[in-house]
């Protein structure tokens, strides 16, 4: 049942919903909205949006399952005409229950308006299964008055007395909620279509500071808060990416310890000048029970040998361990009790916390992984401290959502790392990082020549901001 509060707003909506429709500020943000949740929601997805209006964001997503609710029947009825694919429900968002689950949940310019956050906000827990997401776009607090103008000269929809809520308030209120927020971002410096100064104002300009600050809209993305999931349940794998490291394999594998229900171990060997292969092959031969298996890489680069590793995993966690044993084995099951205990669903190991054996990484490299660290930790709008450590871990399930949606970035990354990073962060997936102490390599040579690939991530910097920043 609709409250008093929440039936004088429907009724407010339905005499004013043609000049919402025909409002020039209006048509033109919510194209922008429109855009942002097409980079942000990929299409296929079963979506539920409260506060749907006439359904074309809901539509412009292209869900699998789309249902809209709105406590204006006018803007239900034009979208159900409209819109014939999708579902349209008239009914108070507080109390409505649509009884089914849904990968993305959208409240787009809702909060805003409704009459109790948290309320509706813990009604909509149960429509959670523990992949959704919650994507919340809300007006800044810095917009009130320019925005009250704008209704005054009729370039924006009428709207009446509004809850102007600070990006720590919904924060809280997701917290209140069972929700934690992953990341919150700032769009929309120029709500107008002023050809040139628009986009370069809303592609580039907002997203850096102090102009951050006056963004029109704040986007939150949240997640229900984990339960917690029995490690001795699950199976682990752990993918080790092997060229040139014949002096590590059998202390290797003597060190790795038992990981979950089952640890399965797999080796992608690519293409080394001593005698690599053959050393895996003895272990797998004193070891027939080890659950230890090899494969030879067709194709260059660490990259190319963790994605044919995650291929043929079979474990729920997918593990990453450099075959040079610069992370030290026995750090593995804090890395998969990060994982099971829901701290993140990406864990990122992170070699810059404490202090390094000696010549464990060079001074250079260090100046560069810092300047990395700050660089994608901004692009990315989640803390990454350090993009190069070899060592990650992810639910197979999100790999495989991943790997189906590569297409985005393209075969870019010839190291693996940010193949996972930028993946992740598309996905809105919670990054965690855990620091590890990093030791120096004792066998062999390191694959990596640091000027050619600084040079080489440097670029990648230039294409991620493209691909992820300034959309």
């Given at each position: 049942?609709?409250?008093?509060?929440?039936?004088?707003?429907?009724?407010?909506?339905?005499?004013?919903?043609?000049?919402?429709?025909?409002?020039?500020?209006?048509?033109?943000?919510?194209?922008?909205?429109?855009?942002?949740?097409?980079?942000?929601?990929?299409?296929?997805?079963?979506?539920?949006?409260?506060?749907?209006?006439?359904?074309?964001?809901?539509?412009?997503?292209?869900?699998?399952?789309?249902?809209?609710?709105?406590?204006?029947?006018?803007?239900?009825?034009?979208?159900?005409?409209?819109?014939?694919?999708?579902?349209?429900?008239?009914?108070?968002?507080?109390?409505?229950?649509?009884?089914?689950?849904?990968?993305?949940?959208?409240l787009?310019?809702?909060?805003?308006?409704?009459?109790?956050?948290?309320?509706?906000?813990?009604?909509?827990?149960?429509?959670?299964?523990?992949?959704?997401?919650?994507?919340?776009?809300?007006?800044?607090?810095?917009?009130?008055?320019?925005?009250?103008l704008?209704?005054?000269l009729?370039?924006a929809?009428?709207?009446?007395?509004?809850?102007?809520?600070?990006?720590?308030?919904?924060?809280?209120?997701?917290?209140l909620?069972?929700?934690?927020?992953?990341?919150?971002?700032?769009?929309?410096?120029?709500?107008?279509?002023?050809?040139?100064?628009?986009?370069?104002?809303?592609?580039?300009v907002?997203?850096?500071?102090?102009?951050?600050?006056?963004?029109?809209?704040?986007?939150?993305?949240?997640?229900?808060?984990?339960?917690?999931?029995?490690?001795?349940?699950?199976?682990?794998?752990?993918?080790?990416?092997?060229?040139?490291?014949?002096?590590?394999?059998?202390?290797?594998?003597?060190?790795?310890?038992?990981?979950?229900?089952k640890?399965?171990?797999?080796?992608?060997?690519?293409?080394?000048?001593?005698?690599?292969?053959?050393?895996?092959?003895?272990?797998?031969?004193?070891?027939?029970?080890?659950?230890i298996?090899?494969?030879?890489?067709?194709?260059?680069?660490?990259?190319?040998?963790?994605?044919?590793?995650?291929?043929?995993?079979?474990?729920?966690?997918?593990?990453?361990?450099?075959?040079?044993?610069?992370?030290?084995?026995?750090?593995?099951?804090?890395?998969?009790?990060?994982?099971?205990?829901?701290?993140?669903?990406?864990?990122?190991?992170?070699?810059?916390?404490?202090?390094?054996?000696?010549?464990?990484?060079?001074?250079?490299?260090?100046?560069?992984?810092?300047?990395?660290?700050?660089?994608?930790?901004?692009?990315?709008?989640?803390?990454?401290?350090?993009?190069?450590?070899?060592?990650?871990?992810?639910?197979?399930?999100?790999?495989?959502?991943?790997?189906?949606?590569?297409?985005?970035?393209?075969?870019?990354?010839?190291?693996?790392?940010?193949?996972?990073?930028?993946?992740?962060?598309?996905?809105?997936?919670?990054?965690?990082?855990?620091?590890?102490?990093?030791q120096?390599?004792?066998?062999?040579?390191?694959?990596?020549?640091?000027?050619?690939?600084?040079?080489?991530?440097?670029?990648?910097?230039?294409?991620?901001?493209?691909?992820?920043?300034?959309?």
């Open positions: 049942m609709i409250s008093k509060y929440n039936s004088e707003r429907a009724a407010f909506w339905e005499m004013n919903a043609e000049k919402f429709s025909r409002s020039i500020f209006s048509k033109s943000y919510h194209e922008l909205l429109c855009h942002y949740y097409r980079f942000l929601v990929p299409p296929g997805l079963r979506i539920l949006e409260i506060g749907c209006g006439e359904g074309d964001l809901l539509h412009s997503l292209r869900p699998i399952r789309g249902i809209g609710i709105d406590f204006s029947a006018k803007m239900v009825r034009k979208a159900s005409c409209r819109y014939p694919d999708l579902e349209f429900i008239c009914a108070d968002a507080h109390s409505v229950d649509v009884n089914e689950q849904f990968d993305i949940i959208i787009s310019d809702i909060l805003n308006d409704c009459e109790d956050v948290q309320e509706l906000l813990m009604n909509i827990r149960k429509n959670c299964h523990d992949q959704t997401r919650i994507i919340i776009n809300y007006f800044n607090n810095a917009w009130r008055i320019p925005l009250t704008a209704r005054r009729k370039l929809r009428p709207i009446l007395e509004q809850n102007w809520l600070a990006p720590q308030d919904i924060k809280n209120l997701l917290s909620s069972g929700f934690e927020e992953i990341s919150n971002k700032s769009f929309v410096a120029l709500p107008v279509k002023i050809p040139f100064l628009a986009n370069f104002l809303n592609r580039f907002v997203h850096v500071f102090p102009f951050n600050l006056f963004a029109l809209t704040n986007f939150s993305i949240s997640r229900p808060v984990p339960e917690k999931k029995k490690t001795e349940e699950l199976t682990v794998s752990v993918i080790i990416a092997a060229r040139n490291e014949a002096g590590h394999i059998e202390e290797l594998l003597a060190r790795i310890p038992p990981l979950g229900r640890t399965e171990v797999i080796f992608v060997e690519g293409g080394s000048s001593d005698n690599t292969p053959e050393a895996i092959e003895q272990a797998i031969h004193i070891r027939p029970a080890g659950n298996s090899l494969y030879r890489q067709q194709g260059k680069g660490k990259g190319d040998a963790v994605r044919l590793g995650f291929e043929k995993a079979t474990g729920d966690i997918l593990l990453i361990l450099d075959a040079d044993m610069t992370v030290r084995p026995e750090d593995l099951p804090r890395f998969v009790q990060a994982i099971t205990d829901g701290k993140g669903e990406f864990i990122n190991g992170v070699r810059l916390v404490y202090p390094m054996q000696d010549e464990a990484m060079r001074f250079f490299n260090i100046l560069g992984n810092k300047f990395f660290s700050f660089a994608f930790s901004w692009l990315l709008n989640q803390q990454i401290k350090d993009t190069l450590c070899g060592t990650k871990v992810m639910w197979r399930k999100d790999y495989e959502v991943l790997a189906k949606n590569r297409y985005y970035f393209g075969d870019f990354d010839p190291f693996g790392d940010f193949d996972l990073i930028f993946g992740a962060a598309k996905m809105n997936l919670k990054i965690i990082d855990l620091p590890i102490r990093y120096a390599r004792r066998y062999g040579k390191t694959n990596i020549s640091r000027w050619r690939n600084g040079w080489t991530l440097l670029k990648m910097v230039l294409f991620a901001s493209r691909k992820i920043k300034f959309i």
